[in-house]
T-cell receptor, first 116, second 110 residues
Framework: DTGVSQDPRHKITKRGQNVTFRCDPI?????LYWYRQTLGQGPEFLTY????????KSRLLSDRFSAERPKGSFSTLEIQRTEQGDSAMYLC??????????????FGSGTRLTVV | SQKIEQNSEALNIQEGKTATLTCNYT??????LQWYRQDPGRGPVFLLL?????KEKRKERLKVTFDTTLKQSLFHITASQPADSATYLC?????????FGKGNQVVVIP
């Protein structure tokens, strides 16, 4: 297992278009998190899954955002009708629930979204 | 709301010296604090964590302290090297997730 994979690494889209990002976590990790990071800021929590269940969504996540984790494996984050304010790095991380208090999160390299 | 605060100013330090970063938290009591390193265009990489009942933790040239009275954690890089140049993020765990600070950029000058 080579860690958390995110695809694509970069995405440029026109305002109003829909985009979808994919995250493949470490296979034995049952928790998966999505964060958003803008320049000069730390990662902001968006949502997290335990297996296939989405347990929490941040108030930052408007109705245009939706995330899924079918079968508790990979996850997708979709943004509908993108706005320029959605431009950011979208980070995915995973952790094992049983060891969450002993180990940190493993992050992917992120998907850089630019809305023009 | 839960808040992790880091001084956003960059820290320029001479090679071989100790870099010290500060992290303060407000409006909650995290069960533990974690520190991450982030290089440009990459995701954060976990370095070490410290629990609320631990005063100090060390890992190689890194040292972290946790003061629940001051609501503060200090992160030290001893014998700093140019390869240590990066942004360092503090994160507090509470309500089943990590809340991150803005991060501190460290530049180690050869």
């Amino acid at each position: 297992d080579t860690g958390v994979s995110q695809d694509p690494r970069h995405k440029i889209t026109k305002r109003g278009q829909n985009v979808t990002f994919r995250c493949d976590p470490i296979s034995e990790h049952n928790r998966l998190y999505w964060y958003r990071q803008t320049l000069g800021q730390g990662p902001e929590f968006l949502t997290y899954f335990q297996n296939e269940a989405q347990l929490e969504k941040s108030r930052l996540l408007s109705d245009r955002f939706s995330a899924e984790r079918p079968k508790g494996s990979f996850s997708t984050l979709e943004i509908q009708r993108t706005e320029q304010g959605d431009s950011a790095m979208y980070l995915c991380a995973s952790s094992p629930r049983e060891q969450v208090l002993n180990y940190g999160y493993t992050f992917g390299s992120g998907t850089r979204l630019t809305v023009v | 709301s839960q808040k992790i605060e880091q001084n956003s100013e960059a820290l320029n330090i001479q090679e071989g010296k100790t870099a010290t970063l500060t992290c303060n938290y407000t409006n909650y009591s995290p069960a533990y604090l974690q520190w991450y390193r982030q290089d440009p265009g990459r995701g954060p990489v976990f370095l070490l964590l410290i629990r609320e009942n631990e005063k100090e933790k060390r890992k190689e040239r890194l040292k972290v302290t946790f003061d629940t009275t001051l609501k503060q954690s200090l992160f030290h890089i001893t014998a700093s090297q140019p390869a240590d140049s990066a942004t360092y993020l503090c994160a507090g765990y509470g309500n089943n997730r990590l809340a991150f600070g803005k991060g501190n950029q460290v530049v180690v000058i050869p």
